[in-house]
C-alpha cells in the first residue's frame, strides 16, 4: 500500500504521545484498581462512544435528526470530552469521507492500509486544520465554534473530574482507559468496517456490516447499512441488528427532546441489494484496486490512471445515488 505520511517528523511528533496514552493505565498497577475507578472505566466508555455515535455522527455530521440548541451544544461538549477535536471538524471529515469514499480524496480512504484507515490520517498532521467551507449549518453557531476550536478543555475538564472523584486509580483507567477504548471502537469502524463484515447494499465502497463491532459501538457497525442511507438515523435497518444509539434517541424522541428523526423510504431500503443481482461495483473496485497495484513499477504513470478512473466512476455512482435517494 502507499504511504500517505508526507511529513515523517510531524507523524513523530503526533505517534509518539499516541503511544505513550496507551500505557497511562497500567499505571493502576501501582494505583491499585477501585470500584469507582471501574464504574468510571465503564460509565464513560459507554456515555462517550453514545456522544459520538448519536452526536458527532448521527447529528453533527449527518443531520439525522433535530434538537434545541442548548441540547446541541451540551451533546457537543460531551463528545470533546472523547479526545476526537471538536465537532465541527470530525463533521467536516466524516462528510468528506462518504463524499469520496474509499478514494484518494477519503481523508481515510481504506486503500492505503489498515493502519491509516484507522490512525494514521490523524498522526500524520495532514487534518490538522480544516477548511470549514460548506460547513455553515454549524459554524453558524457561535458556542459550536468555541468548542471546536477550544476542543482540549472537554477532556481536561473530565480528567480532573475522574481525579477528583476516583483519585489516581480514577484518572488512570476511569479517564485513560476509556478513552482508549472509545478511540479504538470508533477508529474500527473507518478501518474494519471496510475490510471485514457482510455487504447487504452494493455501495460503491468496500463497506460492511459487523454485528461484533455494533455491539462495540453502540450501533456503529451497520456500516453497509449508513453508507447506503446516510441520512437513517437508524443504522440497524431491521430488528435483529442492535442498535444502542438509536435506541437511546428513540426513548430522547418520546421525552421530546429530540425530533424529526429521518428514516430510509420502503423504496430505498430495497435499492441496490445484492442478493437480487445487483452488481456490487463497491467489490469490484476493490479488486480492480489490488490488480493494479501488482503493475510493475515501471507502468507506475498506467497504474495511476487508472485508479484515477476508477475513483471518478465511484464518485459518479455516489452522486447518482445521492440523487435518487433525493427522489425517493
Given at each position: 500500500?502507499r ?6 517528523r510531524?507523524y ?10 496507551h500505557?497511562v493505565p497500567l ?20 456515555l ?6 448519536c452526536g458527532?455522527?448521527r ?10 440548541r442548548?441540547?446541541?451544544?451540551v451533546?457537543g461538549f460531551?463528545g ?14 466524516h462528510r468528506d ?6 478514494t484518494?480524496?477519503?481523508p481515510h480512504?481504506?486503500?492505503d492500509?489498515f493502519?491509516w ?6 498522526l ?5 486544520d480544516?477548511?470549514?467551507r460548506?460547513m455553515?449549518?454549524?459554524?453558524k ?5 468555541f468548542?471546536n476550536?477550544h476542543?482540549w478543555?472537554?477532556?481536561w ?6 481525579t477528583?472523584?476516583g483519585?489516581w486509580s ?5 479517564f485513560f482507559g476509556?478513552?482508549?477504548g ?5 477508529f ?6 471496510h475490510?471485514v463484515?457482510r455487504?447487504?447494499y ?7 456490516n459487523?454485528?461484533?463491532l455494533?455491539?462495540v459501538t453502540m450501533?456503529?457497525g451497520?456500516?453497509?447499512n449508513h453508507?447506503?442511507y ?7 435497518f431491521f ?10 434517541l428513540?426513548?430522547?424522541?418520546w421525552l421530546?427532546?429530540?425530533h424529526?428523526?429521518q428514516?430510509?423510504?420502503?423504496a430505498?431500503m430495497?435499492?441496490?441489494?445484492i442478493?437480487?443481482g ?5 467489490r469490484?473496485?476493490?479488486h480492480?484496486d ?6 510493475p513499477?515501471?507502468?507506475t504513470?498506467v497504474?495511476?490512471?487508472l485508479?484515477e478512473?476508477?475513483?471518478q ?9 445521492r440523487r435518487?435517494r433525493v427522489?425517493?
Amino acid at each position: 500500500m502507499r504511504s500517505r505520511v508526507t511529513n515523517r517528523r510531524q507523524y513523530r511528533r503526533s505517534a509518539t504521545p499516541f503511544v505513550l496514552f496507551h500505557f497511562v493505565p497500567l499505571l493502576a498497577l501501582l494505583t491499585g484498581v477501585t470500584k469507582t475507578a471501574l464504574v468510571l472505566l465503564v460509565g464513560l466508555y459507554v456515555l462517550r462512544m453514545l456522544a459520538i455515535t448519536c452526536g458527532y455522527h448521527r447529528y453533527f455530521s449527518h443531520r439525522t435528526y433535530k434538537m434545541n440548541r442548548a441540547m446541541q451544544f451540551v451533546v457537543g461538549f460531551i463528545g470533546t470530552t472523547a479526545a476526537q477535536r471538536g465537532p465541527i471538524w470530525w463533521a467536516k471529515y466524516h462528510r468528506d469521507h462518504h463524499k469520496y469514499a474509499d478514494t484518494d480524496r477519503d481523508p481515510h480512504t481504506p486503500k492505503d492500509g489498515f493502519w491509516w484507515s484507522h490512525i494514521g490520517w490523524v498522526l500524520s498532521g495532514d487534518f490538522h486544520d480544516c477548511d470549514y467551507r460548506g460547513m455553515e449549518d454549524l459554524t453558524k453557531y457561535p458556542e459550536l465554534v468555541f468548542i471546536n476550536k477550544h476542543d482540549w478543555i472537554g477532556p481536561w475538564v473530565l480528567g480532573i473530574l475522574c481525579t477528583v472523584v476516583g483519585g489516581w486509580s480514577g484518572l488512570v483507567l476511569g479517564f485513560f482507559g476509556s478513552t482508549i477504548g472509545v478511540w479504538h471502537a470508533t477508529f474500527s469502524i473507518n478501518s474494519l468496517t471496510h475490510l471485514v463484515g457482510r455487504r447487504r447494499y452494493a455501495t460503491p465502497d468496500t463497506s460492511r456490516n459487523s454485528f461484533a463491532l455494533a455491539l462495540v459501538t453502540m450501533g456503529e457497525g451497520w456500516h453497509n447499512n449508513h453508507h447506503h442511507y446516510p441520512r437513517s438515523v437508524r443504522q440497524g435497518f431491521f430488528w435483529w441488528e442492535v442498535d444502542a444509539g438509536y435506541m437511546l434517541l428513540k426513548v430522547m424522541s418520546w421525552l421530546h427532546v429530540v425530533h424529526d428523526m429521518q428514516y430510509p423510504t420502503p423504496a430505498s431500503m430495497q435499492a441496490r441489494l445484492i442478493r437480487t443481482g445487483q452488481f456490487d461495483v463497491g467489490r469490484f473496485r476493490q479488486h480492480f484496486d489490488r490488480a493494479v497495484h501488482i503493475l510493475p513499477e515501471e507502468a507506475t504513470h498506467v497504474r495511476e490512471l487508472l485508479r484515477e478512473a476508477a475513483d471518478q466512476a465511484a464518485t459518479m455512482a455516489s452522486t447518482s445515488t445521492r440523487r435518487s435517494r433525493v427522489q425517493t
